[in-house]
C-alpha cells in the first residue's frame, strides 16, 4: 500500500513518473517563529474515525514520536515536493495492521484556518513541499489577485511557509494542533506562527 500511495504521489507532485525519495521514520520538530517556548514535537492525536490530526506535544526527543515519513519527488524548480504520512495501526481479531496515512489540508468554511489531517489515500491537497532544511511550506499556488478576463499562466508561482499552532477542533476534538493559513492574518486569535520540519 505504501508504494502505491508513492506512485500516485508522483504523478500528483510532477506530473509524471519520476524517481521518488524517502525520508524516515523521522520526528517532525515543531519551532514557534516568534514565541520561543514552542519548541517540541508533532503526534498524531484522535480526530474520529479513520483520521488524526497533527499535535503539538512539548517534550524531548521521544522514540515514540518517531513515526513520520517524507515521500517525495523533485520538481522542476528543484522543490522536494511529496506526501507527510505515518502508519496508522488497526487492532483485527488476527492481530495487529497498519496503513499508511497522509496528511492533507481540511478547509473550514468559517476560517481561513486549513487544518492538517492524516487520512487514508492520496489526493491533490496532501502534496507538501520542503526546503533544504526540512521545513514544510505550501508551493505552485496560484495568486488571483489580479485575474480578470484576460487568462494567466497556468502554473502557480507562490510558495507559501504558512504553518500555525491553534487551538481548534480537529474533527470533533478540541486540540492544540498545527494548520495553514490560506491568508494572513490568522482568523483565529490563539494561533502562533512556527515552522514545521522533518529531517532531510
Given at each position: 500500500m505504501?508504494?502505491?500511495?508513492?506512485?500516485?504521489?508522483?504523478?500528483?507532485a510532477?506530473g509524471?513518473?519520476s524517481k521518488i525519495?524517502?525520508v524516515g521514520?523521522s520526528?517532525?520538530?515543531?519551532?514557534?517563529?516568534n514565541?520561543?517556548?514552542?519548541?517540541?514535537?508533532?503526534?498524531s492525536?484522535?480526530?474520529g474515525?479513520?483520521a488524526a490530526g497533527?499535535?503539538?506535544?512539548d517534550r524531548?526527543?521521544d522514540?515514540?514520536l518517531?513515526l513520520?515519513?517524507?515521500?517525495?519527488?523533485?520538481?522542476?524548480?528543484?522543490?522536494?515536493a511529496g506526501a507527510?504520512?505515518?502508519?496508522?495501526e488497526?487492532?483485527?481479531s488476527n492481530?495487529?495492521?497498519?496503513?499508511?496515512?497522509?496528511a492533507?489540508?481540511?478547509?473550514?468554511?468559517?476560517?481561513?484556518m486549513q487544518v492538517?489531517?492524516?487520512?487514508?489515500?492520496?489526493?491533490?491537497?496532501s502534496?507538501f513541499?520542503a526546503?533544504?532544511?526540512g521545513?514544510f511550506?505550501i508551493?505552485g499556488?496560484?495568486?488571483d489577485?489580479h485575474?480578470?478576463?484576460?487568462q494567466?499562466?497556468?502554473?502557480?508561482?507562490?510558495?507559501?511557509?504558512?504553518?500555525y499552532?491553534?487551538?481548534?477542533w480537529?474533527g470533533?476534538?478540541?486540540?492544540?494542533s498545527?494548520?495553514?493559513a490560506?491568508s494572513l492574518?490568522?482568523?483565529?486569535?490563539s494561533?502562533e506562527p512556527?515552522?514545521?520540519?522533518?529531517g532531510?
Amino acid at each position: 500500500m505504501h508504494s502505491s500511495i508513492v506512485l500516485a504521489l508522483a504523478t500528483l507532485a510532477t506530473g509524471a513518473m519520476s524517481k521518488i525519495f524517502s525520508v524516515g521514520p523521522s520526528f517532525i520538530h515543531i519551532t514557534g517563529k516568534n514565541d520561543t517556548r514552542i519548541k517540541g514535537y508533532g503526534q498524531s492525536c484522535h480526530a474520529g474515525a479513520a483520521a488524526a490530526g497533527l499535535c503539538y506535544v512539548d517534550r524531548e526527543d521521544d522514540e515514540n514520536l518517531k513515526l513520520y515519513y517524507f515521500n517525495y519527488s523533485t520538481d522542476a524548480t528543484g522543490d522536494r515536493a511529496g506526501a507527510l504520512t505515518f502508519n496508522m495501526e488497526f487492532q483485527k481479531s488476527n492481530g495487529t495492521e497498519t496503513m499508511p496515512f497522509a496528511a492533507k489540508l481540511r478547509a473550514n468554511p468559517g476560517s481561513n484556518m486549513q487544518v492538517v489531517i492524516f487520512g487514508p489515500g492520496l489526493e491533490e491537497d496532501s502534496v507538501f513541499s520542503a526546503g533544504d532544511d526540512g521545513k514544510f511550506f505550501i508551493s505552485g499556488l496560484r495568486d488571483d489577485s489580479h485575474w480578470g478576463e484576460k487568462q494567466p499562466a497556468f502554473g502557480g508561482h507562490m510558495d507559501l511557509q504558512r504553518f500555525y499552532l491553534c487551538w481548534q477542533w480537529v474533527g470533533f476534538y478540541w486540540r492544540r494542533s498545527i494548520a495553514w493559513a490560506s491568508s494572513l492574518p490568522p482568523q483565529n486569535p490563539s494561533c502562533e506562527p512556527v515552522n514545521v520540519r522533518i529531517g532531510i
